[in-house]
T-cell receptor, first 113, second 114 residues
Framework: ETGVTQSPTHLIKTRGQQVTLRCSSQ?????VSWYQQALGQGPQFIFQ???????GRGNFPPRFSGLQFPNYSSELNVNALELDDSALYLC????????????FGSGTRLTVV | GDSVTQMEGPVTLSEEAFLTINCTYT??????LFWYVQYPGEGLQLLLK?????DKGSNKGFEATYRKETTSFHLEKGSVQVSDSAVYFC?????????????FGKGTLLTVNP
């Protein structure tokens, strides 16, 4: 079975720009969650998508938005980038409500300058 | 809300040394408990888990016992190897209802020297 694939692996953006990160979920999984991991911190939950709808959201502003597609892949969009958005963004796929079945991707390292 | 407090590193050990990484949690009820590991340049992997009080999770020589009375889930390994160098995260799973997120500690960077 394939794992979770994220792209790109690294990117650099300027403050105020917009960015789109992509995630392909593991075969057989129907739920995608996104996490932000700042340097030296644990991952923080951004939101989760199930059946192409946002299913839960952490303490992130509306400029963080997402999509899930019929093939269960997902995008994370961040508008009006700020310096504090610099972090590793992790995507995790799972089956809906299966709390111990998360498969994480290797992440996208975003640097905002 | 749910929270995890984890011993902060970094932790540097010599090969074959004994490892303990402390983890305590705050949560409603008696949740499952996880340890995740993040090797350099990789995503998080579930290392071990325990689903109820007094359960011991184990994998790859690592162990952790779910202690309800002290709300702890400390990670131990009797003899670490260079290949164990990674960041370790203690975590709570989603608690059901409207809680869909994993709650992580801040992580502990372990470096094992030959």
């Amino acid at each position: 079975e394939t794992g979770v694939t994220q792209s790109p692996t690294h990117l650099i953006k300027t403050r105020g720009q917009q960015v789109t990160l992509r995630c392909s979920s593991q075969s057989g999984h129907n739920t995608v969650s996104w996490y932000q991991q700042a340097l030296g911190q644990g991952p923080q939950f951004i939101f989760q998508y199930y059946r192409e709808e946002e299913n839960g959201r952490g303490n992130f502003p509306p400029r963080f938005s997402g999509l899930q597609f019929p093939n269960y892949s997902s995008e994370l969009n961040v508008n009006a980038l700020e310096l504090d958005d610099s972090a590793l963004y992790l995507c995790a796929s799972s089956l809906y409500r299966q709390g111990d079945g998360y498969t994480f991707g290797s992440g996208t390292r975003l640097t905002v300058v | 809300g749910d929270s995890v407090t984890q011993m902060e590193g970094p932790v540097t050990l010599s090969e074959e040394a004994f490892l303990t990484i402390n983890c305590t949690y705050t949560a409603t009820g008696y949740p499952s408990l996880f340890w995740y590991v993040q090797y350099p340049g990789e995503g998080l992997q579930l290392l071990l888990k325990a689903t109820k009080a007094d359960d011991k999770g184990s994998n790859k020589g690592f162990e952790a016992t779910y202690r309800k009375e002290t709300t702890s889930f400390h990670l131990e390994k009797g003899s670490v190897q260079v290949s164990d160098s990674a960041v370790y995260f203690c975590a709570l799973p989603p608690s059901g209802g409207s809680n869909y997120k994993l709650t992580f500690g801040k992580g502990t960077l372990l470096t094992v020297n030959p």
